[in-house]
């Protein structure tokens, strides 16, 4: 029964076809991907402009920013926080 059970788990999962496509299941990492989306999106919009390479900087800089704190290689009291009311207990 187990094993059948597992078969088509198996199979169902095999049928989504999902090899190129991202889960996000954290709210916090969405919140950052959706930010570093739009500082790309608004470089595009930079460079449509003529804009100096100063305002291109900050737009990437601003994205890179937002994809180090999902990887969690950024660490400021604004992170720490965050982490400590999502996850500990008695707060």
Same mark, same amino acid.
């Given at each position: 029964?187990?094993?059948? #059970?597992? %078969?088509?788990?198996? %199979?169902? &999962?095999?049928?989504?076809?999902?090899?190129?496509? #991202?889960?996000?299941?954290?709210?916090?990492?969405?919140?950052?991907? *959706?930010?570093?989306?739009?500082?790309?999106?608004? *470089?595009? *919009?930079? #460079?449509?402009?003529?804009?100096?390479?100063?305002?291109?900087?900050?737009?990437f800089k601003e994205a890179l920013i937002a994809i180090h704190e999902t990887l969690g290689k950024r660490f400021d009291d604004q992170i720490m926080d965050r982490v &400590? %009311?999502?996850?500990?207990?008695? %707060?």
């Amino acid at each position: 029964m187990r094993s059948e #059970v597992l %078969k088509d788990l198996v %199979k169902e &999962f095999a049928d989504l076809q999902v090899e190129n496509t #991202v889960l996000i299941s954290n709210a916090r990492h969405f919140e950052n991907l *959706s930010r570093a989306l739009e500082n790309t999106q608004r *470089s595009q *919009s930079v #460079v449509a402009q003529g804009l100096g390479a100063e305002f291109l900087a900050l737009e990437f800089k601003e994205a890179l920013i937002a994809i180090h704190e999902t990887l969690g290689k950024r660490f400021d009291d604004q992170i720490m926080d965050r982490v &400590f %009311k999502e996850f500990c207990i008695g %707060k």
